[in-house]
């Protein structure tokens, strides 16, 4: 059992408290803004039974995981004795600046200092600290109780020890940490899904294919592979010979259609009109919370099914 820091308790503070303390941690929330760990346990309270009713709690009852969180006013409280702050306050660089100054500061020096920054290089806030070599970026995905992926991104002075310690970790709280060797803008899961997202684009705006076709394109078809295998291991699968024979056999094809895949699209363009009509037509904006709701609900179901599936069929 470790003691946990939640630093910024909004949408990805709150949800990170869910993945500590179901993994048997003990979780404190902290927040610059005083009534957010409170509001933040609130929504928690709601959350969980959900949870438990997918078989999502390791067979613990909510109470049980509530039982391991707490909220403090004051940070050096929700610092004492901490092994690893999960930070996860605003996307601005002047606020990352200041907080890590803080905490750097005022947590254990073998406390792990990690960030949730979606887009921030992890040397561009913490060069100048005393306890630079323990910090790192923890970067999940949106809810991440419910997507085992976390990239874990070193600044060039991140020790090799403190990289260790937080694959660890995140194993241990039932992550799938992506160990990056250094750190480059967009890490790796952005930088996936911007290219799908630029080609995406292009299709559209080049007049070749529908929105929607494009969409199915993924949901009923690459995607339904991709929630079980990545890239690399779907063409192994997918050639007799496994990843050679298939780069031998179908590589031209790549090489043909690469120089029209570069042609940059705007994305703010005529096409985006075309985008937001059509998406609109399908879901007035007036429903896109209701559809959020679902979408989280369907999330769920699908984090239900891969954990029987790892057991019943194996991963
Ligand atoms: N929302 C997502 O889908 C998502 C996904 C991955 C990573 N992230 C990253 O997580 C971080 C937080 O994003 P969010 O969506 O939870 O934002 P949010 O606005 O929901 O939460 C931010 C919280 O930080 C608090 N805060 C502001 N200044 C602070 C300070 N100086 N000290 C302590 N707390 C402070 C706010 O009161 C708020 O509760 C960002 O870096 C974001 O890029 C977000």
């Known amino acids: 059992m470790a003691n946990v820091a939640i630093i910024g308790s909004g949408f990805i503070g709150r949800a ?17 803004d005083g009534p957010a760990p409170a509001a933040a346990l609130e929504y928690i309270e709601g959350v969980l039974p959900e949870l438990a009713a997918n078989d999502l709690l390791n067979g613990e009852e909510p109470a049980a995981v509530r039982a391991r969180m707490s909220s403090a006013t004051d940070l050096k409280q929700a610092l004492d004795g901490v092994d690893h702050v999960q930070e996860n306050t605003p996307e601005n660089l002047a606020v990352k600046l200041e907080v890590f100054a803080m905490l750097d500061e005022a947590a254990p020096d073998t406390a792990i200092l990690a960030s949730s920054t979606s887009a921030l290089l992890p040397s561009s806030f913490t060069e100048n600290l005393k306890g630079r070599a323990r910090c790192l970026v923890v970067h999940p995905i949106n809810p991440p109780y419910l997507v085992p992926a976390v990239e874990v991104v070193p600044a060039p002075w991140t020790s090799d020890e403190a990289m260790a310690r937080t694959r660890d ?8 940490p ?11 899961m952005n930088r996936m899904q911007g290219a799908l997202l630029e080609e995406a684009f292009r299709l559209v705006a080049n007049g070749y294919a529908s929105i929607e076709d494009v969409d199915i394109g993924i ?3 690459l995607a339904l592979r991709w929630s079980f295998m990545g890239p690399f291991e779907t063409i ?15 590589q031209s094809i790549y090489s043909r259609i690469h120089p029209s895949m570069m042609e940059r699209v705007d994305w703010a363009g005529p096409v985006l009109d075309e985008v937001e009509r ?3 037509e399908r879901l007035p904006e007036d429903r896109l919370q209701d559809r959020q709701v679902w979408r989280d609900r369907r999330l769920m179901a699908l984090a239900a099914h891969k954990r029987r599936a790892d057991k019943d069929i194996g991963n």
Do not use: T
């Open 16 to 32: 990170w408290a869910i993945s500590y303390a179901r993994a048997g941690h003990k979780v404190c929330l902290w927040d610059a």
């Open 169 to 176: 970790f995140m194993i241990s709280a039932g992550h799938a």
């Open 178 to 188: 992506i160990v990056m060797k250094q750190e480059l803008d967009g890490f790796v």
């Open 278 to 280: 059509d998406r609109r």
């Open 219 to 221: 949901r009923e078809g």
């Open 236 to 250: 192994d699968l997918n050639a007799p010979g496994g990843v050679r024979d298939y780069v031998e056999r179908y």
